[in-house]
């Protein structure tokens, strides 16, 4: 079992930037590939960012290719999200994930992003 607990989101003008962080405790962190995932109002959640668990590998949605940032510090089981030059359609709750195998197994309860115009 993993827990997993997100913060560092907010309201922000586009054009902005925030640095979103997963706390990870329960089983060893470094043992999980972890991956940050979004939910816009009336959307159905959807793949942000992946990190193995060396940190050595990174995947990104296309839409947030060139903007957002994955990584991790296996020395104080955190994942972080760098999110810069933020749009209006950012704008969503932001959940960090722990993968089992190929899908995500264990959930943060999410951190809002919003974005103003």
């Known amino acids: 079992q993993v827990q997993l607990v997100e913060s560092g989101g907010g309201l922000v003008q586009a054009g902005g930037s925030l640095r979103l962080s997963c706390a990870a405790s329960?089983?060893?962190?470094?043992?999980?590939?972890m991956g940050w995932f979004r939910q816009a109002p009336g959307k159905e959640r959807e793949f942000v960012a992946r990190?193995?668990?060396?940190?050595?590998?990174?995947d990104y949605a296309d839409s947030v290719k060139g903007r957002f940032t994955i990584s991790r510090d296996n020395a104080k089981n955190t994942v972080f999200l760098q999110v810069n030059n933020l749009k209006p359609e950012d704008t969503a709750v932001y959940y960090c994930?722990?993968?089992?195998?190929?899908?995500?197994?264990?959930w943060g309860q999410g951190t809002q992003v919003t974005v103003s115009s």
């Open positions: 994930a722990a993968y089992a195998g190929s899908s995500p197994r264990y």
């Open positions: 990190v193995s668990w060396t940190g050595g590998i990174t």
């Open positions: 329960g089983r060893t962190f470094s043992d999980y590939p």
